[in-house]
């Protein structure tokens, strides 16, 4: 079933109980019976949050993926296979892609691996 609603969305709801909103400035969301949301941004961004675990992905068109946890956790993973990951106590991890770890700690402290 699709309503166009006076603002101009149209939403489109699905036998499953899965709701698709889609605005006129081209973003659009779905809502999942399970609580996780997709929304595709006009500019090609998809930011998925899965519902269950809280965390947000956020998928960007050169393939750049960020990802935000509950406890402040965040990361990004580069297409080439880097990663950095930023822990809620202000560590830093790096990852390079063929594995390297570097860790820099809150204290100064650096450990390689």
């Known amino acids: 079933m699709e309503q166009v609603l006076e603002d101009g969305r149209r939403v489109v709801l699905y036998s499953n109980g899965t709701r698709k909103e889609i605005f006129p400035e081209g973003d659009s969301v779905i809502h999942f019976t399970n609580g996780d949301t997709k929304q595709i941004c006009a500019d090609q961004r ?3 949050y899965y519902a ?3 965390i947000t992905q956020i998928t960007y068109l050169d393939g750049l993926e960020e990802f935000e946890f509950v406890d402040g ?5 580069f297409p080439d296979g880097r990663q950095e990951v930023i822990f809620s106590d202000g560590t830093m991890k790096f990852i390079s892609a063929n ?5 820099h700690f809150t204290d100064g402290t650096v450990e390689v691996s």
């Open 46 to 48: 998809v930011v998925y």
């Open 52 to 54: 269950e675990a809280q």
């Open 99 to 103: 594995g390297h770890e570097e860790t």
């Open 73 to 77: 956790q965040r990361e990004r993973h």
